[in-house]
């Protein structure tokens, strides 16, 4: 045993293990990167949980006071969207920005550039004010936090998945996945004490800004936790053993363009259900519901806490039945779910407060094993680029534009669109994990 080993206290030593093709090195314990992966992922979607939120609450009335309430909502959504279309290059960028100057300098930049385009936004006048000036830099603002988003990559739920115990992969795996619900139970939470607590002219004169400040305070925090991690020799020389670093995209799209592609399908159906009970109800509530805003964020916030609570379920079931066919069961659960959504919906309080609790269970459920289910068929020294976009097109394919289209088509054809939407997503993704499977077996 090395010197290095040797000096280390009991419990620690226990984890020696050898890294293919490097030396002997303490392992990292899965525990200690799970703190740091949803410390950063609950910062991440605490900001976009914010910009989620006042796109139903305050961007329609501060930004387009001159469409109609349906109109306006939609114009936010077509905005909340713009972050998830860049996000890819903001990976790319930020893949370059390793290369040239390492993991630290690119994660703090990403963050801060997260934080400052968060808290930029709170200072912004509105149309009232600047015009379409005001839009269009609300517009640069969410464009700036998807480049931050895909540039904050740091691998770490990569490391966390091959450094897991093999028996208990789906629990790791959902444990990447718990900043979601917490991101957003916090942001759910700050905007409902405003809503409660301001008249409707204080809260959209200054309330609903201090959110966005409080984003900013946030990303510090969680900028420092996970630099915490990621500089350190100990990660350093276990995410270069396990060749976590960046690869060439065009090689890799060569070789495994078709590992992305599937694994981002392969997740649609809970990334489509993921903003289709978090942003789009409040927006249907606000327009064709007479449940009060307040009580119906409390609900949600109720609903927060059941999907965090869900996660760790699916971490059980994963590692009983297997990822793949939990992620299957899953869709299927879903695509029940969907065929009820439009009498959920229509049921007045009580239905819509089920629809909010059924729907983000089941967003726990599926969510929890929704990433890297996939990304396990890349090749080593691809894993960390491909799990990175695979990541991104999920999103951009499968969330994107779910506000967008769940409001502007069930405000048109009714909520049965609602239905046929949820439904395509399940049907891709039964279809993509069948393709990953056969890859899989190929391979």
């Excluded at 900001?47 to 609450?57: E, K, N």
């Excluded at 469409?67 to 790319?92: K, M, S």
């Amino acid at each position: 045993m090395s010197s290095t080993a040797q000096s280390l206290p009991a419990h620690r030593t226990s984890s020696i293990h050898h890294a293919p093709g490097s030396t002997e090195h303490e392992r990292v314990a899965p525990g200690d990167i799970a703190v740091g992966v949803v410390i950063g992922r609950a910062s991440e979607y605490f900001d976009f949980f914010v910009y989620g939120i006042a796109s139903a609450l305050v961007f329609p009335a501060v930004f387009f006071p001159f469409a109609g309430r349906l109109e306006g909502i939609l114009y936010a959504f077509a905005l909340f969207a713009f972050a998830f279309v860049v996000r890819p290059i903001g990976t790319l960028a930020g893949m370059e920005i390793q290369r040239r100057f390492g993991r630290s300098t690119k994660l703090t930049i990403a963050l801060f550039l997260l934080g400052t385009s968060t808290v930029s936004m709170a200072l912004l006048p509105g149309y009232d004010t600047w015009g379409e000036l005001s839009i269009v830099l609300l517009a640069i603002c969410r464009i700036g936090q998807g480049l931050a988003m895909g540039a904050s990559w740091d691998g770490l739920p990569s490391l966390l998945a091959l450094n897991a115990p093999k028996h208990r992969r789906g629990w790791y795996a959902m444990l990447a996945q718990l900043g979601a619900p917490l991101g957003f139970l916090i942001a759910c939470s700050l905007f409902a004490y405003l809503w409660k607590n301001l008249d409707a002219a204080d809260f959209l004169t200054w309330g609903w800004r201090y959110p966005f400040y409080a984003a900013f305070a946030i990303n510090v925090v969680a900028l420092f936790a996970r630099l915490r991690l990621v500089v350190t020799h100990e990660y350093e020389r276990d995410l270069n053993a396990r060749e976590l670093e960046p690869c060439n995209e065009r090689e890799l799209f060569r070789k495994q363009g078709r590992h992305i592609v599937i694994g981002a399908f392969a997740a649609l159906a809970s990334y489509a259900l993921f903003h289709i009970v978090t942003v789009f109800p409040l927006s249907w509530i606000l327009l064709y519901s007479d449940q009060v805003t307040g009580e119906f964020l409390a609900v949600q916030i109720v609903g927060a806490v059941l999907a965090a609570a869900a996660m760790p379920v699916s971490g059980l079931i994963a590692d009983r039945i297997g990822r793949r066919r939990t992620l299957a069961l899953l869709a299927v659960l879903i695509a029940v779910f969907s065929l009820f959504a439009p009498l959920l919906l229509d049921g007045g309080a009580l239905g819509q407060d089920l629809f909010i609790l059924v729907g983000f269970v089941l967003m726990g459920l599926s969510y929890g094993q929704a990433a890297g289910t996939v990304t396990a068929n890349f090749a080593s020294k691809f894993r960390y680029t491909g799990a990175a976009l695979t990541s991104d097109f999920a999103w951009l394919i499968g969330a994107a534009f779910a506000p967008l289209v769940a409001l502007g088509l069930s405000a048109r054809f009714g909520l049965i669109a609602l239905t046929v939407y949820l439904l395509s997503g399940c049907v891709c993704t039964l279809l993509a994990l069948r393709a990953s499977r056969s890859l899989a077996a190929r391979d």
